[in-house]
Structure formats: structure tokens, C-alpha cells
């Protein structure tokens, strides 16, 4: 197992690799993870573990300035179950569904990698569509884990939907025509 790099950061709100004898930017931190690095930030003075705290920082940015991922509706939601009684189980969801994400993607890739080796592209546009459908409903089934509960027929969280009135009800009041 390898060690993760030590990044401090000092009051003056620099990040420091100690591992390189340089400062870096959460765009560096990003990098480091990209290529698979583990990496563990402390404060300077206190020696206080930050990680998760700049780590969060480096989603915001590319939330910010990149194609975002998370949906303002998934943030609002997730932000729903902190202190909620299901914060742990959307804690554990969340983090084998990333798990479970990565490994098919994986997995693709290699499927991927033979097919072209090996088959001619209408097999590969097939892979595709079937990737394609699977993520489609992958991402139905996050989606409505973190939507409110509605009710049937319902168009609001919480309200009860309208009553069905006939089309001739409509009518009935003697208008003309």
C-alpha cells in the first residue's frame, strides 16, 4: 500500500507538498487525484486533518467552472439528510454506488479494449447502446432515491393531487357554445 502525499497548509492559506518541496494549487490536488494518489492535507500549526475540507474544495471548483455533476436538485437533497435519521444509510449508498460506478467502468473499459481488438464497430455500437441503457436507468434509480416521497397522482412533494373532474363536469354548468 502506498503512502498518501503530505500536503500542509500554512496560515497564509497556502498548500505545501512536502513531498516536492513546492506549493501547489487545489488544481495540483486535483491532478494528484486524477492519477490516482492519495493524499492527506494538515494544518501547519495544529497538524489538524483537513483533507475532506480541501477535497470539497476541489468539487466546488469544478462544480464552478467545469460541467457540473451534482444537480442542484441532488444537492439540495443530499443536503436534506444531514441530521436526518438516514444520514448514515445516504453516507454508505452513496459511497458503494461511486464504488460500484467505478468498477463497471473498469470493466467497460476492458470489454471495450478487446472489442477493439477483435470486432468489427457495429458490435462496439451495440456495447454502446447497452451502456448507454444501463446508465440511463442508473442514474433513474439515484435520481428518485433522492427525490421527496410523492404521492401518486401528485405533481408536489407532500400535496395531494387534484381531484379528477369528467370532461362533460366541465361543461355541466350550461355554457354555451
Known sequence: MTTARLIKKYANRRLYDASQSRHVTLEDIREFIMHGEKITVVEDKSGEDITRLILLQVIAEQEQFG????????????????????????????????ETFSRQQEQLQGQISKLMANAPMNSMAEVAKQNLDYWTRMQESVASAFMPIMRPGSTEPG??????????????GGSRR
Open 159 to 172: 400535496r395531494e393531487p387534484a381531484p379528477d373532474v369528467p370532461p362533460d363536469a366541465a361543461n355541466a
Open 67 to 98: 460541467k457540473p455533476i451534482l444537480s442542484t436538485q441532488l444537492l439540495e437533497s443530499i443536503i436534506r439528510f444531514y441530521g436526518n435519521g438516514m444520514h448514515e444509510f445516504m453516507s454508505r449508498y452513496l459511497d458503494r454506488s461511486v
